[in-house]
């Protein structure tokens, strides 16, 4: 039996924060294999998982972004249709996709906010790697 694969894909926006979710996942899975993958932004998730997928190398991939409002568009519109992408993938490949993209109702880039978020993402990335583990597990016993 092969060893049990994931993959971690990370925008880069907030990257400070976002990084800390992979922290938070890489915990939670001890010492399994994880590659991770760097994309610019929330919308380049999908795409980047859909490509994953296609490999045939990961048992579960989780994507990970923290989408503000920008003040040109609506963040609530960026959310959604990168969740609608990654819940695609999962269907269409077959293989588990976790989502870790959050978006908060505010977010000032202060110290105060962004030690919130940095505490909040590592949590929220330890949350993907228990169920990334869930799920791969009763993936397997199908």
Request: hydrophobic residues 45%.
């Amino acid at each position: 039996m092969s060893q049990t694969r994931f993959a971690f894909v990370k925008a880069q926006w907030h990257a400070d924060i976002v990084d800390r979710a992979f922290a938070g996942f890489q915990n939670s899975l001890g010492g399994e294999a994880i590659d991770v993958f760097d994309v610019p932004g929330a919308l380049e998730l999908p795409l980047m998982a859909l490509k994953l997928a296609a490999t045939g190398r990961y048992d579960a991939i989780a994507c990970c972004a923290f989408v503000v409002d920008g003040g040109i568009y609506r963040h609530d519109f960026v959310s959604s249709a990168v969740v609608d992408g990654l819940v695609r993938v999962g269907l269409d490949s077959g293989v588990p996709i976790l989502s870790v993209v959050l978006t908060p109702h505010h977010y000032q880039e202060t110290e105060h906010h962004t030690a919130i978020f940095r505490d909040h993402f590592y949590a929220k990335g330890q949350e993907a790697g228990q169920g990334a583990r869930v799920v791969v597990d009763a993936h397997k016993q199908i």
